[in-house]
């Protein structure tokens, strides 16, 4: 019964380039959320998706960020044009539809800028 | 605006003690709360929930306690052992279901 999948697990972007994360939700959950967490500090919220929809992208970035998760397939955070200012974990969750359901986090992604 | 936060940003306690972890949180259209367990390059992990028409929920050794009137949340961790070491964050959804507001945590520590 595998969980969260998420990868890579570190991924190294020099500044300008492009870094994708992937995210498979558990089985059977079709509600998908990215966090960043910075060093020493809570999980912040950035974007709430179901199957080609995305619910609520509150706390994406203006620029440079998006995220689908689309009919077959993971979820993708994508972050144009890196800065260094972007590293940071990166963990997504996933959910089962319904009210109130505990949301359920992958092992992260830790993205490094060089 | 939103908030979600914590009253000690570290606790260590003896091996066998009960352990305390507060949170305090602002928005009162919240209903649902949830703590997490993080240990150090994992992702968090559910420990236990509670919805705004509970005051307590009880789990395998923890114990959750709400009071709304005060917005005050906190976990309790009986016989706490050393596998209990980990940083603890409090969370909250005000739109039952959708984003969590999360504490800044509090890292517990467990003394042989």
């Known amino acids: 019964n595998a969980g969260v999948m998420q990868n890579p697990r570190h991924l190294v972007r020099r500044r300008g380039q492009e870094a994708r994360l992937r995210c498979s939700p558990m089985?059977?959950?079709?509600?998908v959320y990215w966090y960043r967490q910075l060093p020493e500090e809570g999980l912040k919220f950035m974007v709430y998706l179901q199957k080609e929809n995305i619910i609520d992208e509150s706390g994406m970035p203006k620029e440079r960020f998006s995220a689908e998760f689309p009919k077959e397939g993971p979820s993708i955070l994508r972050i144009q044009q890196v800065v260094r200012g972007d590293s940071a974990a990166y963990f997504c969750a996933s959910s089962p539809a319904g009210s109130n359901q505990p949301q359920h986090f992958g092992d992260g992604t830790r993205l490094s800028i060089l | 605006g939103e908030s979600v936060g914590l009253h000690l940003p570290t606790l260590s306690v003896q091996e066998g003690d009960n352990s305390i972890i507060n949170c305090a949180y602002s928005?009162?259209?919240?209903?649902?709360f949830i703590w997490y367990k993080q240990e150090s390059g994992k992702g968090p992990q559910f420990i236990i929930d509670i919805r705004s028409n509970m005051d307590k929920r009880q789990g395998q050794r923890v114990t959750v306690l709400l009071n709304k009137t005060v917005k005050h949340l906190s976990l309790q961790i009986a016989a706490t052992q050393p596998g209990d070491s980990a940083v603890y964050f409090c969370?909250?959804?005000?739109?039952?279901?959708?984003?969590?507001?999360f504490g800044q945590g509090t890292e517990l520590s467990v003394k042989p």
């Open positions: 928005n009162s259209a919240s209903d649902y």
């Open positions: 089985k059977g959950h079709s509600h």
């Open positions: 969370a909250e959804t005000p739109n039952q279901g959708g984003k969590l507001i």
